[in-house]
């Protein structure tokens, strides 16, 4: 997934013209979203909605 996130940085960088700022927040959030696929001993082929949805549910009962 490292490969990945560079890549994706990258285009947005390049091709997306986005601010550092910006950058840095979508490689903290893509971070923090390796960190929970890993704790959940998911790869990365087997991420769905379903996984998505739980990790949406967590940062939402995190921000109250």
């Not at 840095?24 to 704790?39: T, V």
């Amino acid at each position: 997934m490292k490969k990945l996130t560079k890549k994706f940085l990258i285009f947005l960088k390049v091709e997306k013209n986005f601010s550092p700022h910006t950058l840095r927040a979508y490689e903290s959030d893509l971070s923090q979203f390796k960190k929970f696929i890993g704790e959940q001993g998911t790869k990365i082929k087997k991420i769905d909605h379903k996984l998505l949805r739980t990790y949406l549910v967590l940062l939402q009962k995190n921000c109250k």
